[in-house]
């Protein structure tokens, strides 16, 4: 049967087409088409049949209760760690620009005394980093939002993943998964081969492959390892900037 | 310019800091984000927190809406992306379950629960469908959002959330079939 046909039978299912001659006519021509809607309406009837979900007044008070106790504590508490996150990273740059100083004066000979000392300030550095991309990974969707937007570098892609983003990556991403399970593209690839090469290399993905290619509101690769395994990581790259814009697994 | 009283004016009013405008908003759309949250997440305690996350994102972001869709649709999309983050993360803690919610010191919380669950079968079919087919028919035949809608909400073209409901609704019918005949 066309797809064509089977939007038809679904439409007439649910009631949503203006004019039902042509689908009235198909599902008269042939059984499959009358099989085909007998399922759907079947289908529709129970579902109809179930009853409407909704909040208890209780949960409806506590939603509004929690939501503006959230809405009146977070801001605060996220504006501190923000600034927290930003002087972590001024103070790795100075740390950079004070160690390549030291070497470009020649003052390598006091090298082995410093950089101990130097290796000690990164590693507090990198572990205080750690820590708060850690806190950060663990954040709910209302920290990663307020916390966006500062001069973010290695952290932007994490925070990213848990902004609210204008597309659903997540389940786009299971949808490439199962589309390349299946054997099947759903989106074909219309960007070059140099593009591509020059993405994944940008990327840091060179032994990863393009399983599709998204025109959403820009072209977006998407991206998984050579190896077919169970739950491959998808990592979307947007085309024209070649920047990971999300990384689902 | 957006025309006073609608929803889009509300939420304009909101990014002012409007708070009467945001209950409002709110209380238009609250009941409708949880139906489709619990049917997402089949959880009652993670319904009413990605209701309550959604919620904060649309106050935070309410500059953001562009009024290219209804703002029941912005809203709807934003909470069924909650849904996928907290099924996301749920996959990553998977010892993470958490228990039905019921409240005793609320009278109407179990009669409320008790009504608002599919009847079993139709869930266990649900839940066995593949998770893009599950939310197309979730959107489209329960809680009853047109094809452009469902279409805004999920990111895909019209013509995906029709073979997506369509297909949906067949496997269903088999995933039915086969448990009657079981």
């Known amino acids: ?249 | 310019m957006t025309p006073p009283g609608s929803e889009a004016e509300l939420l304009a009013r909101v990014v002012s800091g409007d708070r009467s405008a945001f209950d409002t908003v709110m209380s238009a759309h609250q009941d409708r984000v949880f139906s489709v949250c619990l049917r997402i997440l089949g959880d009652r305690e993670r319904a009413l927190d990605a209701t309550q996350d959604t919620f904060l994102t649309v106050f935070r972001k309410a500059g953001q809406f562009e009024g290219r869709s209804a703002v029941g649709t912005w809203i709807y999309r934003i909470a069924v992306n909650v849904c996928y983050d907290q099924i996301r993360r749920a996959r990553r803690r998977p010892s993470e379950s958490l228990p039905d919610y019921v409240d005793p010191s609320d009278p109407a919380a179990e009669a409320a629960i008790e009504s608002a669950a599919l009847r079993p079968e139709i869930e266990a079919a649900l839940s066995a469908l593949p998770t893009e087919f599950r939310n197309a028919v979730i959107l489209s035949d329960l809680e009853g959002l047109s094809l452009p809608e469902v279409a805004e909400v999920m990111g895909v073209p019209v013509g995906t959330v029709k073979s997506r409901v369509f297909r949906g609704r067949r496997l269903l019918a088999r995933q039915l079939g086969n448990q009657n005949t079981s």
């Open chain 1, 1 to 249: 049967m066309h797809r064509h046909d089977l939007d038809l039978i679904a439409a007439l299912a649910d009631g949503s087409l203006d004019d039902e001659t042509e689908a009235r006519a198909l599902v008269e021509s042939c059984e499959e088409c009358r099989a085909e809607h007998r399922s759907q309406l079947a289908v529709l009837e129970l579902l109809g049949s179930t009853p409407r979900v909704g909040m208890s007044d209780l949960e409806r008070a506590a939603l509004h209760r929690d939501l503006w106790t959230e809405l009146s504590s977070r801001p605060s508490k996220a504006r501190s760690g923000r600034s927290w996150y930003r002087w972590s990273y001024v103070a790795a740059g100075l740390f950079v620009a004070v160690g390549l100083a030291g070497v470009i004066t020649g003052q390598i000979q006091r090298y082995d005394e410093e950089s101990a000392g130097v290796a000690q300030t990164f590693a507090e550095a990198d572990s205080d980093l750690s820590t708060f991309s850690a806190e950060d990974s663990e954040m709910p969707l209302q920290d990663a939002e307020s916390a966006s937007g500062g001069g973010e570098t290695a952290a932007t892609t994490t925070m990213a993943a848990e902004e609210a983003l204008p597309f659903p990556f997540a389940e786009l991403a299971d949808q490439a998964r199962a589309a390349r399970e299946s054997g099947e593209r759903s989106s074909p690839i219309s960007s070059s081969e140099e593009d591509i090469d020059r993405c994944l290399l940008s990327a840091g993905l060179a032994d990863e492959v393009v399983v599709e290619e998204l025109d959403l509101d820009q072209r977006y690769l998407v991206v998984m390892a050579r190896d077919v395994t169970s739950e491959p990581t998808v990592t979307f790259i947007a085309v024209d900037s070649c920047e990971i814009v999300y990384v689902d697994g």
